[in-house]
Each structure stands twice: as C-alpha cells, then as structure tokens.
C-alpha cells in the first residue's frame, strides 16, 4: 500500500498495570496499514496499544487499536487491528487530497519557466551598446543562492532516505509477527463471564445523526480479545450502521483481565451488548 510522509499529532493510550497511561508523539509516515512515529517514550515490542491520529485538515482524529511491531528508543511501528471501512476511506481521502496538492505545485513550477521568457526584455541589437559585466554583489547572490538550492536538495535526500528506512524496518517486524496476528480464538466465552473480567469500560458517544433520527436500541457485537485483555477485532451482529460503528469506537478502548485456560492467557471470543439510549 502507498505510505505518505506527514508529521501529524499522535496519542498512544498504553495500559500499564491496569491503568491507562497516554503519550505524546509526531507521526513520521502513515499508510492503511500502520503508522511510524517518534514518541515520548519507550514501547514494548507486541503490546497493545490505543492510537488517536491527527491528519489535517480531517475534522475528526483516527481513533483505533494497533499492536507495536517495532521499538528502536523513541521510534516505533505500529500496525493497526480492527480498522474500520470508514476509517480506511477517512486516510485514502486524505491521501488523495494531498496528491492533488502536490500535481498542482509541480504544474506551477513547470510553468514558471515560461512565463519568465515571455516576460523577459528582448536584447537591444544595437551594437553600440555593451553588456556590463555582474558586479560583485550579484556574483556573491548567485553563489549564495547556489548554496541554499544543493543544502535544499541534500536536505530532502536525507528525508526519504530516513521515511523509507523506517518503513522497511516497520515491514520486517510485521512479517515477523504474521503468525501472532492471525492467532485463532481458543474457546467461546460466555458474556457473563467475560463481564466479570472487565476492567475498563468506555461508554459509546450517542451519534449526532442518530439521535437526530431518533435512533435506539442494543447493539450485539462479537469480539475477540488478545492474551493481554485488549479487544483485537469486532463485528457488529444488528442494528443501523450509525449505532454499530458508535459502539466498535467504544468497543476499541475496552480492557478485559486475560482469560486464562489451564491457567495460562489465552485468545477467546465472546459477545457484547452495548445500549443506546435517547
């Protein structure tokens, strides 16, 4: 998938010892796969985290689970997990809005050329009289001008060459996680169950839309939750869109204790109701 160079505002929500802790960050590149971002602090390789990404001019941040699939101090790759359509769609559209803005600063350049020779005077052809040689002032601007031209050009070298670094680094943790990432569940729990291991709950925000068109109801959701207690994917069983995707938004800040079988953490599934209310 193409990857886009931006440096946008990144918050991670880290769970340790049970209680949500946030860091800052700027991101360095971001695709529809995963992001790579330079944090205030260290990660751990294959945790779980929460990633609120700010891409402008998007009204709305991105909000979503991924797992850290590189650590390397205070760079790190994150792939994401249980990325909705609509948030895909929310990075392509941004995406293309950025390519678009990038056609027309080339198109303009291109045509500056032009425009400069149309524009230029048309030398005298009178013999008589004589070019005077640059003076010292101009010689000094050109080379200076020179100079800022081979620092811009090596400057940009050294960008790309750090943004495509990182991807391949990013790329080669995902690979080497590939088999974690489609783990199977282990066993079908039931709701009660899971309930009691609820150890941090996020109520779902009641859409705009929804309650404009006076939208109620309990959403059913098949979930999946990780050896650490986070919710890996979802599924939405009934009810409008509107409602459904207000309740994964949730859904994806929720923490269960591990389920343990044979008293080791394991990957279970099991199923949710979250209620909407006017």
């Not at 974690?180 to 009660?192: C, F, G, H, L, N």
Request: proline letters at 6%.
């Amino acid at each position: 998938m193409p990857r886009f160079l931006v440096q946008a505002q990144v918050d991670l929500t880290v769970l340790r010892s049970g209680v949500p802790d946030t860091m800052p960050g700027r991101s360095v590149n971001v695709c529809e796969r995963g992001v790579a971002a330079i944090m205030a602090g260290e990660l751990v390789t294959g945790e779980s985290v929460g990633v609120e990404l700010h891409l402008p001019p998007l009204a709305e941040p991105l909000r979503t689970r991924a797992l850290v699939r590189y650590q390397d101090k205070l760079r790190c790759g994150l792939e994401f997990v249980a990325l909705s359509a609509e948030q895909r769609a929310s990075i392509r559209d941004w995406a293309k809005e950025a390519r678009a803005i990038a056609e027309e600063t080339s198109v303009s350049v291109a045509a500056n050329p032009a425009e400069r020779r149309e524009n230029e005077p048309r030398k005298s052809s009178d013999s008589s009289i004589s070019a005077k040689p640059p003076s010292r002032a101009k010689r000094n601007r050109r080379g200076w001008w020179w100079l800022v031209g081979l620092l811009a050009l090596l400057s940009t070298v050294i960008c790309w060459w750090r943004w495509n670094r990182g991807w391949q680094d990013l790329e080669f943790g995902l690979r080497s996680a590939q088999a974690d990432t489609v783990e199977k569940p282990r066993a079908q729990v039931a709701a009660e169950v899971m309930e009691k291991l609820l150890v941090h709950r996020v109520e779902p925000v009641y859409p705009a839309e929804a309650r404009k068109e006076r939208l109620e109801g309990t959403i059913a959701l098949d979930i999946v939750v990780g050896r650490d207690g986070a919710v890996l994917r979802m599924r939405a069983l009934n009810g409008p869109d509107v409602l459904a995707r207000a309740a994964m938004d949730a859904l994806r800040w929720w923490k269960f204790e591990p389920y343990r079988i044979n008293g080791e953490p394991a990957v279970v599934e099991t199923t949710v109701a979250v209620e909407f209310k006017r």
